[in-house]
Protein backbone atom coordinates (compact mmCIF):
# COMPACT_ATOMS: atom_id res chain seq x y z
CA UNK A 1 0.00 0.00 0.00
CA UNK A 2 2.75 2.11 1.13
CA UNK A 3 4.92 1.66 -1.96
CA UNK A 4 1.83 1.88 -4.37
CA UNK A 5 1.62 5.79 -2.70
CA UNK A 6 4.69 6.45 -2.83
CA UNK A 7 4.23 5.52 -6.91
CA UNK A 8 1.27 7.54 -7.22
CA UNK A 9 3.39 10.59 -5.60
CA UNK A 10 6.33 10.41 -8.04
CA UNK A 11 4.25 10.10 -11.38
CA UNK A 12 1.85 12.87 -9.85
CA UNK A 13 5.34 14.61 -9.38
CA UNK A 14 6.58 13.81 -12.85
CA UNK A 15 3.87 14.93 -14.55
CA UNK A 16 3.65 18.31 -12.75
CA UNK A 17 7.29 18.78 -14.21
CA UNK A 18 6.76 17.42 -16.99
CA UNK A 19 3.55 20.07 -17.69
CA UNK A 20 5.63 22.88 -16.16
CA UNK A 21 9.12 22.61 -17.99
CA UNK A 22 6.63 21.90 -21.72
CA UNK A 23 5.04 25.40 -20.55
CA UNK A 24 8.33 27.06 -19.85
CA UNK A 25 9.82 25.95 -23.08
CA UNK A 26 6.99 27.00 -25.10
CA UNK A 27 6.74 30.46 -23.57
CA UNK A 28 10.44 30.96 -23.84
CA UNK A 29 10.24 29.52 -27.47
CA UNK A 30 7.26 31.73 -28.74
CA UNK A 31 8.88 34.46 -27.11
CA UNK A 32 12.08 34.49 -28.90
CA UNK A 33 10.29 34.08 -32.25
CA UNK A 34 8.72 37.50 -31.07
CA UNK A 35 11.86 39.10 -30.88
CA UNK A 36 13.04 37.83 -34.35
CA UNK A 37 9.73 38.80 -35.78
CA UNK A 38 9.75 42.30 -34.13
CA UNK A 39 13.38 42.64 -35.02
CA UNK A 40 11.96 42.84 -38.90
CA UNK A 41 9.05 45.16 -37.32
CA UNK A 42 12.23 47.49 -36.47
CA UNK A 43 13.88 47.40 -39.50
CA UNK A 44 10.98 48.27 -41.34
CA UNK A 45 9.70 51.15 -38.79
CA UNK A 46 13.63 52.78 -39.66
CA UNK A 47 12.16 52.29 -43.48
CA UNK A 48 9.96 54.53 -43.21
CA UNK A 49 11.33 57.43 -41.20
CA UNK A 50 14.91 57.24 -42.68
CA UNK A 51 17.54 59.77 -42.74
CA UNK A 52 17.65 62.02 -45.52
CA UNK A 53 21.39 61.41 -45.99
CA UNK A 54 20.51 58.12 -47.33
CA UNK A 55 18.46 59.39 -50.42
CA UNK A 56 20.66 61.87 -51.35
CA UNK A 57 23.06 61.55 -53.71
CA UNK A 58 26.82 62.36 -52.70
CA UNK A 59 28.88 62.32 -55.78
CA UNK A 60 30.76 58.93 -55.99
CA UNK A 61 34.11 58.78 -54.97
CA UNK A 62 35.13 55.24 -56.15
CA UNK A 63 37.87 55.60 -58.79
CA UNK A 64 37.96 52.06 -59.41
CA UNK A 65 34.30 52.66 -60.76
CA UNK A 66 35.29 55.26 -62.61
CA UNK A 67 37.95 53.26 -64.51
CA UNK A 68 35.83 50.61 -64.95
CA UNK A 69 33.51 52.35 -66.97
CA UNK A 70 35.98 53.97 -69.17
CA UNK A 71 37.48 50.33 -69.89
CA UNK A 72 34.71 48.13 -69.94
CA UNK A 73 34.56 48.65 -73.52
CA UNK A 74 38.02 49.33 -74.51
CA UNK A 75 39.27 46.19 -76.13
CA UNK A 76 43.17 45.89 -76.68
CA UNK A 77 44.41 43.60 -79.31
CA UNK A 78 46.74 41.14 -77.76
CA UNK A 79 47.10 37.67 -77.83
CA UNK A 80 44.92 36.05 -75.92
CA UNK A 81 47.01 33.54 -73.96
CA UNK A 82 48.55 36.99 -72.73
CA UNK A 83 44.69 38.00 -72.33
CA UNK A 84 44.11 34.79 -69.83
CA UNK A 85 47.43 35.35 -68.51
CA UNK A 86 47.05 39.04 -67.23
CA UNK A 87 43.73 37.95 -65.79
CA UNK A 88 45.13 35.42 -63.31
CA UNK A 89 47.95 37.12 -62.34
CA UNK A 90 44.94 39.59 -60.65
CA UNK A 91 43.64 36.43 -58.32
CA UNK A 92 45.18 37.04 -55.24
CA UNK A 93 44.15 37.05 -51.46
CA UNK A 94 42.86 40.19 -51.39
CA UNK A 95 40.56 40.44 -55.13
CA UNK A 96 39.92 38.14 -57.63
CA UNK A 97 39.71 40.98 -60.47
CA UNK A 98 41.63 44.15 -60.80
CA UNK A 99 38.47 46.55 -61.65
CA UNK A 100 40.99 49.20 -62.49
CA UNK A 101 42.95 47.13 -65.40
CA UNK A 102 42.73 48.61 -68.94
CA UNK A 103 42.81 44.94 -70.03
CA UNK A 104 39.15 44.81 -68.10
CA UNK A 105 37.18 45.03 -71.38
CA UNK A 106 39.20 42.57 -72.86
CA UNK A 107 39.03 39.94 -70.94
CA UNK A 108 35.04 40.35 -70.93
CA UNK A 109 35.63 40.42 -74.61
CA UNK A 110 37.42 37.42 -74.55
CA UNK A 111 35.46 35.38 -72.31
CA UNK A 112 32.21 36.45 -74.78
CA UNK A 113 34.03 34.99 -78.13
CA UNK A 114 37.10 33.27 -77.62
CA UNK A 115 36.85 29.94 -79.43
CA UNK A 116 35.83 26.58 -77.40
CA UNK A 117 38.61 24.09 -77.31
CA UNK A 118 36.99 22.17 -75.38
CA UNK A 119 33.74 21.30 -73.40
CA UNK A 120 32.90 19.16 -70.36
CA UNK A 121 30.75 19.14 -67.44
CA UNK A 122 31.48 20.45 -64.43
CA UNK A 123 29.92 18.35 -61.61
CA UNK A 124 30.45 20.56 -58.74
CA UNK A 125 27.55 22.05 -57.53
CA UNK A 126 23.59 20.39 -57.69
CA UNK A 127 22.63 22.31 -60.67
CA UNK A 128 23.75 21.57 -64.55
CA UNK A 129 27.12 23.54 -66.13
CA UNK A 130 29.64 23.00 -68.33
CA UNK A 131 33.73 23.47 -67.59
CA UNK A 132 34.69 25.14 -71.35
CA UNK A 133 38.03 25.33 -72.32
CA UNK A 134 38.60 28.72 -74.51
CA UNK A 135 41.73 29.30 -76.49
CA UNK A 136 44.34 30.27 -75.21
CA UNK A 137 43.74 27.38 -72.51
CA UNK A 138 41.45 29.71 -69.65
CA UNK A 139 39.07 27.48 -68.38
CA UNK A 140 35.32 29.33 -67.85
CA UNK A 141 31.85 28.12 -66.43
CA UNK A 142 28.96 28.33 -68.58
CA UNK A 143 25.73 28.19 -66.09
CA UNK A 144 22.70 27.97 -69.27
CA UNK A 145 20.21 30.57 -69.77
CA UNK A 146 16.80 28.54 -68.12
CA UNK A 147 14.42 31.60 -67.38
CA UNK A 148 13.18 34.68 -69.78
CA UNK A 149 13.74 37.71 -67.68
CA UNK A 150 10.74 38.68 -66.90
CA UNK A 151 9.88 35.24 -65.47
CA UNK A 152 9.59 35.54 -61.82
CA UNK A 153 10.43 32.65 -59.54
CA UNK A 154 8.05 31.49 -56.61
CA UNK A 155 8.55 29.75 -53.75
CA UNK A 156 10.99 29.77 -50.91
CA UNK A 157 14.48 32.24 -51.41
CA UNK A 158 16.34 29.48 -52.78
CA UNK A 159 13.72 27.75 -54.98
CA UNK A 160 14.68 27.50 -59.20
CA UNK A 161 17.00 26.85 -61.17
CA UNK A 162 20.84 28.88 -62.00
CA UNK A 163 19.64 32.56 -62.92
CA UNK A 164 22.74 33.13 -65.95
CA UNK A 165 21.93 36.98 -65.36
CA UNK A 166 22.04 36.77 -61.29
CA UNK A 167 25.82 35.86 -61.96
CA UNK A 168 26.44 38.63 -64.65
CA UNK A 169 24.70 41.09 -62.41
CA UNK A 170 26.25 39.70 -59.46
CA UNK A 171 29.80 40.57 -61.13
CA UNK A 172 28.38 44.41 -61.68
CA UNK A 173 27.46 45.16 -58.21
CA UNK A 174 30.86 43.61 -56.90
CA UNK A 175 32.37 46.49 -59.28
CA UNK A 176 29.64 49.11 -57.80
CA UNK A 177 30.45 48.32 -54.34
CA UNK A 178 34.21 48.01 -55.22
CA UNK A 179 34.06 44.42 -53.50
CA UNK A 180 36.48 42.53 -56.52
CA UNK A 181 35.49 39.48 -55.15
CA UNK A 182 33.10 37.98 -57.81
CA UNK A 183 35.17 36.73 -60.90
CA UNK A 184 34.49 38.32 -64.40
CA UNK A 185 31.05 36.82 -66.03
CA UNK A 186 29.42 38.09 -69.24
CA UNK A 187 26.36 36.69 -71.33
CA UNK A 188 27.14 34.68 -74.80
CA UNK A 189 25.22 32.99 -76.47
CA UNK A 190 27.05 29.12 -77.80
CA UNK A 191 25.98 26.97 -80.41
CA UNK A 192 25.73 23.12 -78.67
CA UNK A 193 25.73 21.58 -81.97
CA UNK A 194 28.48 24.12 -83.48
CA UNK A 195 30.40 24.72 -80.99
CA UNK A 196 30.03 22.52 -77.97
CA UNK A 197 29.52 18.68 -79.77
CA UNK A 198 32.44 19.12 -81.77
CA UNK A 199 35.10 19.80 -78.89
CA UNK A 200 33.23 17.67 -75.96
CA UNK A 201 34.47 15.04 -74.00
CA UNK A 202 33.19 11.65 -73.93
CA UNK A 203 31.21 11.94 -70.95
CA UNK A 204 29.63 15.21 -71.94
CA UNK A 205 28.63 13.44 -75.03
CA UNK A 206 27.01 10.83 -72.83
CA UNK A 207 24.18 12.84 -71.48
CA UNK A 208 23.34 15.00 -75.05
CA UNK A 209 20.85 13.62 -77.64
CA UNK A 210 18.99 15.03 -80.48
CA UNK A 211 15.36 16.55 -80.42
CA UNK A 212 14.35 17.97 -84.09
CA UNK A 213 17.92 18.09 -85.29
CA UNK A 214 18.59 20.13 -81.73
CA UNK A 215 21.42 19.71 -79.60
CA UNK A 216 20.39 18.88 -76.19
CA UNK A 217 22.26 18.03 -73.11
CA UNK A 218 21.17 16.97 -69.61
CA UNK A 219 24.54 16.60 -67.70
CA UNK A 220 25.44 14.86 -64.67
CA UNK A 221 24.82 16.78 -61.29
CA UNK A 222 22.87 16.42 -57.95
CA UNK A 223 19.56 17.63 -60.12
CA UNK A 224 20.27 16.69 -63.59
CA UNK A 225 17.64 14.62 -65.54
CA UNK A 226 17.60 13.23 -68.67
CA UNK A 227 13.75 14.89 -69.01
CA UNK A 228 14.98 17.93 -68.30
CA UNK A 229 17.82 18.97 -70.42
CA UNK A 230 18.92 21.97 -72.01
CA UNK A 231 18.84 22.82 -75.75
CA UNK A 232 19.87 24.90 -77.96
CA UNK A 233 16.87 27.23 -79.57
CA UNK A 234 15.47 27.29 -83.58
CA UNK A 235 18.69 29.11 -84.86
CA UNK A 236 20.98 26.76 -82.70
CA UNK A 237 21.74 28.84 -80.02
CA UNK A 238 22.14 28.64 -76.16
CA UNK A 239 23.08 31.88 -74.36
CA UNK A 240 24.68 31.40 -70.68
CA UNK A 241 26.95 32.97 -68.17
CA UNK A 242 30.84 32.16 -68.95
CA UNK A 243 31.86 33.12 -65.60
CA UNK A 244 35.85 33.52 -65.32
CA UNK A 245 37.40 30.05 -63.27
CA UNK A 246 39.43 31.02 -60.44
CA UNK A 247 42.37 28.26 -60.50
CA UNK A 248 43.31 29.15 -56.60
CA UNK A 249 42.97 26.80 -54.15
CA UNK A 250 39.45 27.72 -52.26
CA UNK A 251 38.07 26.82 -49.08
CA UNK A 252 34.65 25.77 -48.11
CA UNK A 253 33.32 26.16 -45.18
CA UNK A 254 29.69 25.59 -44.11
CA UNK A 255 27.66 28.95 -43.47
CA UNK A 256 26.77 29.77 -39.51
CA UNK A 257 23.80 31.31 -41.36
CA UNK A 258 22.88 28.13 -43.40
CA UNK A 259 18.98 27.33 -44.11
CA UNK A 260 17.47 23.92 -43.03
CA UNK A 261 16.06 23.45 -46.85
CA UNK A 262 13.36 22.18 -44.79
CA UNK A 263 10.10 23.80 -44.76
CA UNK A 264 8.73 22.89 -41.03
CA UNK A 265 11.92 23.00 -39.60
CA UNK A 266 14.25 26.78 -38.61
CA UNK A 267 17.52 26.57 -38.04
CA UNK A 268 19.13 28.04 -35.31
CA UNK A 269 19.62 31.61 -36.04
CA UNK A 270 16.10 32.22 -37.53
CA UNK A 271 14.57 31.49 -33.89
CA UNK A 272 17.57 33.13 -31.71
CA UNK A 273 18.12 36.99 -32.18
CA UNK A 274 21.28 36.60 -29.58
CA UNK A 275 22.84 33.69 -32.51
CA UNK A 276 25.82 36.27 -33.27
CA UNK A 277 27.00 35.35 -29.50
CA UNK A 278 27.78 32.01 -30.70
CA UNK A 279 29.07 32.71 -33.97
CA UNK A 280 31.47 35.14 -32.39
CA UNK A 281 32.85 31.98 -30.17
CA UNK A 282 33.43 30.69 -33.35
CA UNK A 283 35.14 32.75 -36.16
CA UNK A 284 37.11 35.79 -36.00
CA UNK A 285 35.94 39.15 -36.12
CA UNK A 286 37.00 39.35 -39.79
CA UNK A 287 35.55 36.44 -41.03
CA UNK A 288 31.86 37.78 -39.71
CA UNK A 289 32.82 41.60 -41.19
CA UNK A 290 33.32 39.12 -44.54
CA UNK A 291 30.18 37.53 -44.10
CA UNK A 292 28.03 40.26 -43.47
CA UNK A 293 29.81 42.05 -46.39
CA UNK A 294 28.51 39.43 -47.96
CA UNK A 295 24.84 39.11 -47.00
CA UNK A 296 24.37 42.73 -47.78
CA UNK A 297 25.60 41.69 -51.03
CA UNK A 298 23.43 38.71 -51.07
CA UNK A 299 20.36 40.67 -49.39
CA UNK A 300 20.63 43.17 -52.61
CA UNK A 301 20.20 40.53 -55.43
CA UNK A 302 18.76 38.52 -52.95
CA UNK A 303 20.56 35.29 -53.10
CA UNK A 304 19.35 33.50 -49.62
CA UNK A 305 21.17 30.58 -51.28
CA UNK A 306 25.24 30.75 -49.81
CA UNK A 307 25.15 27.14 -48.06
CA UNK A 308 28.52 27.29 -47.73
CA UNK A 309 31.18 30.27 -48.55
CA UNK A 310 34.36 29.81 -50.00
CA UNK A 311 37.85 31.85 -49.36
CA UNK A 312 40.66 32.75 -50.81
CA UNK A 313 43.49 33.10 -48.36
CA UNK A 314 41.14 33.95 -45.25
CA UNK A 315 39.14 36.45 -47.39
CA UNK A 316 35.57 35.12 -47.86
CA UNK A 317 35.11 35.27 -51.94
CA UNK A 318 31.93 35.74 -53.60
CA UNK A 319 31.44 32.95 -56.18
CA UNK A 320 28.18 30.99 -57.31
CA UNK A 321 25.61 34.28 -57.37
CA UNK A 322 22.94 31.85 -59.29
CA UNK A 323 20.34 31.87 -57.15
CA UNK A 324 19.44 35.48 -57.47
CA UNK A 325 16.86 38.29 -59.04
CA UNK A 326 13.96 35.18 -58.54
CA UNK A 327 11.39 37.44 -57.26
CA UNK A 328 11.53 41.52 -57.88
CA UNK A 329 8.32 42.02 -55.56
CA UNK A 330 9.85 39.75 -52.47
CA UNK A 331 13.14 40.96 -50.26
CA UNK A 332 13.80 38.24 -48.14
CA UNK A 333 14.79 40.09 -45.07
CA UNK A 334 16.28 37.45 -43.46
CA UNK A 335 19.19 37.17 -45.94
CA UNK A 336 20.80 40.08 -43.98
CA UNK A 337 20.50 38.39 -40.39
CA UNK A 338 24.64 38.65 -40.13
CA UNK A 339 24.38 42.07 -40.56
CA UNK A 340 21.31 42.81 -38.05
CA UNK A 341 22.29 39.83 -35.53
CA UNK A 342 25.77 41.17 -35.15
CA UNK A 343 25.19 44.95 -36.07
CA UNK A 344 28.90 44.91 -37.72
CA UNK A 345 29.85 46.67 -40.32
CA UNK A 346 33.18 47.74 -41.84
CA UNK A 347 33.39 51.28 -42.09
CA UNK A 348 34.73 51.28 -45.53
CA UNK A 349 31.58 49.05 -46.54
CA UNK A 350 29.38 51.93 -45.60
CA UNK A 351 30.83 54.34 -47.59
CA UNK A 352 30.77 52.04 -50.44
CA UNK A 353 26.95 51.45 -49.63
CA UNK A 354 26.44 55.38 -49.29
CA UNK A 355 28.21 56.20 -52.59
CA UNK A 356 25.18 54.52 -54.57
CA UNK A 357 22.29 56.09 -52.61
CA UNK A 358 20.49 58.33 -54.32
CA UNK A 359 19.28 56.51 -56.61
CA UNK A 360 23.06 55.98 -57.65
CA UNK A 361 22.71 52.47 -58.11
CA UNK A 362 19.97 52.17 -60.41
CA UNK A 363 21.84 54.50 -62.35
CA UNK A 364 24.77 52.76 -62.46
CA UNK A 365 23.78 49.43 -63.14
CA UNK A 366 22.42 50.49 -65.73
CA UNK A 367 24.88 51.77 -67.64
CA UNK A 368 26.65 48.04 -67.63
CA UNK A 369 27.32 45.75 -70.45
CA UNK A 370 24.44 43.60 -72.14
CA UNK A 371 21.67 45.02 -68.71
CA UNK A 372 18.55 45.36 -70.25
CA UNK A 373 19.14 41.58 -71.63
CA UNK A 374 19.96 40.95 -68.45
CA UNK A 375 17.04 42.43 -65.82
CA UNK A 376 14.02 43.63 -66.14
CA UNK A 377 12.93 47.58 -64.95
CA UNK A 378 11.22 45.55 -61.64
CA UNK A 379 14.72 44.30 -60.87
CA UNK A 380 16.23 47.82 -60.61
CA UNK A 381 13.84 49.18 -58.45
CA UNK A 382 13.79 46.38 -56.56
CA UNK A 383 17.58 47.04 -56.27
CA UNK A 384 17.16 50.71 -54.82
CA UNK A 385 14.07 49.00 -52.27
CA UNK A 386 16.56 47.05 -50.86
CA UNK A 387 19.61 49.27 -50.73
CA UNK A 388 16.87 51.42 -48.35
CA UNK A 389 16.38 48.51 -46.75
CA UNK A 390 20.21 48.02 -45.68
CA UNK A 391 20.57 51.58 -44.86
CA UNK A 392 16.97 50.95 -42.28
CA UNK A 393 18.90 47.98 -40.87
CA UNK A 394 22.06 50.19 -40.26
CA UNK A 395 19.95 52.64 -38.36
CA UNK A 396 18.26 50.26 -36.72
CA UNK A 397 21.76 48.55 -35.42
CA UNK A 398 22.66 52.28 -34.50
CA UNK A 399 20.22 51.95 -31.61
CA UNK A 400 21.80 48.86 -30.25
CA UNK A 401 25.32 50.57 -31.00
CA UNK A 402 26.56 49.58 -34.41
CA UNK A 403 30.03 48.43 -34.00
CA UNK A 404 31.87 50.19 -36.70
CA UNK A 405 35.14 48.48 -38.23
C1 LIG B 1 27.55 6.82 -70.32
O1 LIG B 1 26.30 6.64 -69.66
C2 LIG B 1 26.04 5.30 -69.29
C3 LIG B 1 24.65 5.23 -68.67
O2 LIG B 1 23.91 6.37 -68.86
C4 LIG B 1 27.09 4.85 -68.31
O3 LIG B 1 26.89 3.51 -67.98
C5 LIG B 1 28.48 5.03 -68.91
O4 LIG B 1 29.46 4.73 -67.96
C6 LIG B 1 28.66 6.46 -69.39
N1 LIG B 1 29.96 6.60 -70.05
C7 LIG B 1 30.78 7.60 -69.78
C8 LIG B 1 32.04 7.63 -70.57
O5 LIG B 1 30.55 8.44 -68.94
C1 LIG C 1 16.95 17.09 -89.59
O1 LIG C 1 18.03 17.17 -90.48
C2 LIG C 1 17.90 16.31 -91.62
C3 LIG C 1 19.21 16.35 -92.42
O2 LIG C 1 19.66 17.68 -92.55
C4 LIG C 1 16.68 16.74 -92.42
O3 LIG C 1 16.50 15.89 -93.53
C5 LIG C 1 15.45 16.68 -91.52
O4 LIG C 1 14.32 17.18 -92.22
C6 LIG C 1 15.66 17.49 -90.27
N1 LIG C 1 14.55 17.25 -89.35
C7 LIG C 1 13.89 18.23 -88.73
C8 LIG C 1 12.78 17.82 -87.81
O5 LIG C 1 14.17 19.42 -88.89
C1 LIG D 1 16.02 32.91 -84.78
O1 LIG D 1 16.45 33.81 -85.80
C2 LIG D 1 15.42 34.53 -86.42
C3 LIG D 1 16.01 35.31 -87.59
O2 LIG D 1 17.18 36.00 -87.17
C4 LIG D 1 14.75 35.42 -85.39
O3 LIG D 1 13.71 36.14 -85.98
C5 LIG D 1 14.22 34.56 -84.26
O4 LIG D 1 13.67 35.38 -83.23
C6 LIG D 1 15.32 33.70 -83.68
N1 LIG D 1 14.76 32.76 -82.72
C7 LIG D 1 15.12 32.77 -81.41
C8 LIG D 1 14.48 31.76 -80.54
O5 LIG D 1 15.94 33.55 -80.96
C1 LIG E 1 5.40 43.53 -58.88
O1 LIG E 1 4.97 44.80 -58.47
C2 LIG E 1 4.81 45.75 -59.53
C3 LIG E 1 4.52 47.11 -58.93
O2 LIG E 1 3.67 47.01 -57.86
C4 LIG E 1 3.74 45.23 -60.47
O3 LIG E 1 3.57 46.12 -61.56
C5 LIG E 1 4.13 43.85 -60.99
O4 LIG E 1 3.11 43.30 -61.78
C6 LIG E 1 4.44 42.89 -59.84
N1 LIG E 1 4.98 41.67 -60.39
C7 LIG E 1 4.68 40.46 -59.91
C8 LIG E 1 5.30 39.32 -60.58
O5 LIG E 1 3.93 40.30 -58.95
Known sequence: MIRKRKLLSISVTLIVVFIFSTYYLLTTLTSTESEVRSTHEKIYHHLKNLPQLYKTHKPLENDAFDKFTSNVNVVINEDVAKVWQIANSWVSGTKLVDLESPFLG??????????????????????????????????????????????????????????????????????????????????????????????ATRRLLNTSFEINNRTCIFGKCFYCKREDPICEDENFSLTGAAIFNINAPLKSYRSPWQRTYKKNKKAVWEEEDNYCKFVKEKITKRRILDLVDASVFDFLIQNGDRHHYETLHESVVLIDNGKGFGNPNISHLDVLAPLYQCCMLRSATLKKLLNLAGGQLRKKIETMPDLEKLLISDHLRALEERLMIVFATIEYCKTLKLNKE
Open 106 to 199: TVLSRLKTAKVVKADLDTRGTQLKFLLTLEGGQNVVFKPKWYDKSRVIEGPVYAGKDRHSSEIVAFYLSVLLNLPLTPCSVERTLSLSRDIVPV
